[in-house]
């Protein structure tokens, strides 16, 4: 999942229908893994940028002013059945951006996750499925000390 910086705000400030309707989709599938936490695990992926908004005392208070309460990410976070998979900071879709940049994007990315109180991250998420097989040997091998897997290698390991 995934907001561009800031994005939120905008849309509330130009469009309060459309503002609504965005914040409940992000409520909606925790609404489902509560249903049904019997059945399956659900992988999901949000942005940094996304994070950020989410967790941010002064759009929370925004929102909460037109009747939206984003306070339900503590629930993501402490929901038994949901396994985040990590990603780019920035939604990056790795391939189009510098080499240099990868490594950065996912830290940065690692590093709000644990602030948040992430539970030990073990998959990963690239954005718009933008991977190639160098981003895979750069960093799909214990010494990079990040875990990278496409979801494809996450769900055939869980068989």
């Known amino acids: 999942m995934h907001q561009p910086p800031q994005n939120l ?10 503002a609504r309707q965005i914040a409940l989709c992000y409520e909606r599938p925790l609404k489902y893994v509560k249903r049904y936490e019997d059945v399956a695990n659900l992988h999901l992926d949000f942005s940094g940028t996304l994070l950020e908004q989410l ?14 309460d984003l306070g339900f990410m503590r629930e993501y976070v402490d929901a ?9 900071y920035y939604h990056p879709v790795f391939p189009l951006i510098p080499k240099d940049d990868w490594k950065p994007q996912i ?30 040997r750069r960093y799909a091998r214990p010494a990079s000390n990040i875990p990278l897997w496409t979801v494809f290698m996450l769900c055939r390991s869980k068989r």
Request: hydrophobic content about 45%; glycine content about 10%; aromatic content about 12%.
């Open 107 to 136: 830290l940065r990315w690692r590093r709000l996750a644990r602030k948040l109180g992430f539970r030990d991250v073990k998959g990963f998420w690239p954005p718009e499925m933008g991977f190639c097989m160098e981003l895979i």
């Open 9 to 18: 705000v905008l849309l509330l400030e130009t469009d309060e229908w459309e």
């Open 80 to 88: 038994r059945r949901i396994e985040f998979l990590g990603s780019g």
């Open 55 to 68: 967790t941010n005392e002064d759009i929370v208070k925004k929102f909460s002013d037109i009747g939206i």
